[in-house]
């Protein structure tokens, strides 16, 4: 008795041991009749299942002909991929072995891809006759115009991906070793486009128009567009250009600077009438300047260039000038025969003239001069009382009627003329540079 009791115990504890074992398989077995894209992973852990998977895609063949082309590529070759780990994963936790229902369920479903650079290198030395490179758009500089212009980019071809990973799908999908696939072309664009350099090119010529050193808005020293372009290298990158600007070759230019932008102010002279209103400016106020620091100017104006702006403002200590306004006028005394010429209000100068006669008699009143001319013929048209040619330095103040130089007389001071108001030549050069347009001029008895 204890013995037969003694060999249950002994039978019974490996059939226990064996049904655990069970169990325990069937909480991390797939269960039997599953598969994933015709693999079947049924009995697997998901590890193996994921392994089994990848594996079978790996194996998977594409047979490309056409276009000259016949050749033979694994999925491992193409970079096909699948989500594996995922697949074993969900292929578990649907039909996972301890429940029964789930037995013998079917095929999921496994999205497959490609890997375009794994793909491309394959392709590429298996079928050479599928690509041909695309060109990219350039820019360079033209020295004949002395402006940038760019060079239109070219489509190129390459394996259409798409039309392998398709196939390569359906044949993994079931469970297909092989399939064959025509070989199709697909454009391939240009990394830098035809438009990408036109507006480089663009941007770069706006940099070229302004290029220089300013003080304030004023450029002070402009830059040479083709030395500019000397200090400029435009590299292509990525789907665009990079700009680098030479820092040496720019501070070769900053060495000259202070020559250019230096110098004392210089005060200004306006020309006014007797009420302030300026009629011509004789000299114009410039400020002084000194250049400042200009240890950084060449690294600084060199990232700026790299950045697309041409427009360097130096920095600079300002000395202002100053403007002296001079007020001027005229006044014909005709009883006397003579002109004074005024300045702030005293006489400056004064001269005999010759006024107009009996019946030309010059007009009095209150003038201002109108025009000026270097010589003129006066009074030669059909029907004139008198031609005289080349009358020289006419500055006129009244209709048909103004100071000028007489050499046909002499006699100044007593009335000779037609109207106008003679005087000697080098007198009447004087006040045509001395009197602007809009000089008041007072002709009194």
């Not at 060999?7 to 049904?19: C, D, E, H, K, R």
């Not at 990525?238 to 932008?261: H, M, P, R, Y």
């Not at 020289?392 to 000028?404: K, L």
Request: hydrophobic share 45%.
């Amino acid at each position: 008795m204890r013995r037969k009791r003694h060999l249950g115990l002994w039978i019974g504890t490996p059939l226990a041991v064996a049904l655990v074992g069970v169990i325990a398989a069937s909480l991390v077995l797939i269960a039997p009749g599953t598969a994933v894209a015709g693999v079947q992973v049924g009995g697997m852990t998901a590890g193996a299942a994921a392994a089994a998977i990848q594996s079978r895609l790996n194996e998977t063949t594409v047979e490309l002909t056409g276009h000259g082309v016949h050749a033979t590529l694994t999925g491992a070759q193409l970079g096909a991929k699948v989500d594996a780990q995922a697949l074993a994963k969900a292929a578990f936790a649907d039909h996972p072995m301890w429940n029964l229902g789930g037995w013998f369920s079917g095929a999921d479903h496994a999205p497959v891809t490609l890997d375009a650079d794994t793909a491309t290198a394959a392709l590429r030395a298996a079928a050479p006759a599928l690509f041909e490179a695309p060109v990219d758009a350039t820019v360079t500089f033209d020295a004949k115009t002395a402006s940038y212009a760019s060079t239109p980019a070219a489509g190129g071809t390459g394996a259409d991906l798409d039309v392998l990973a398709t196939a390569l799908q359906d044949a993994f999908a079931k469970g297909e070793g092989t399939v064959p696939v025509a070989a199709t072309q697909a454009p391939v664009a240009p990394a830098i486009s035809t438009d990408t350099a036109k507006k480089t090119a663009a941007a770069l010529n706006t940099m070229l128009d302004k290029i220089g050193f300013y003080v304030g808005d004023e450029r002070t020293v402009p830059v040479d567009r083709k030395v500019a372009a000397s200090w400029l290298t435009v590299t292509a990158a990525d789907d665009g250009f990079t700009i680098t600007a030479d820092q040496a070759a720019i501070a070769n230019v900053v060495g000259t600077l202070e020559k250019s932008v230096n110098r004392p102010p210089q005060n200004g002279t306006e020309i006014t009438d007797r009420q302030g209103t300026v009629l011509r400016v004789d000299r114009p106020a410039l400020d002084g300047r000194t250049l400042g620091d200009t240890s950084g100017i060449a690294a600084a104006f060199a990232g700026q260039l790299a950045g697309g702006d041409g427009v360097y403002r130096l920095p600079v200590t300002v000395t202002k000038a100053s403007t002296t306004k001079v007020s001027r006028h005229i006044v014909v005394d005709l009883s006397r025969q003579m002109t004074y010429l005024y300045q702030n209000g005293a006489l400056l100068r004064s001269y005999l003239i010759s006024s107009g006669t009996a019946g030309h008699a010059t007009p009095t009143g209150y003038f201002r001069v109108f025009a000026h001319v270097v010589k003129q013929d006066m009074g030669c048209f059909d029907g004139a009382e008198y031609c005289t040619k080349n009358v020289p330095w006419v500055t006129y103040f009244a209709p048909d009627v103004g100071f000028h130089g007489t050499y046909w007389h002499h006699n100044f001071g007593h009335v000779m003329s037609h109207g106008c108001v003679n005087m000697p030549i080098d007198i009447a050069k004087f006040v045509y540079d001395w009197a602007p347009t809009g000089l008041e001029v007072t002709v009194q008895n």
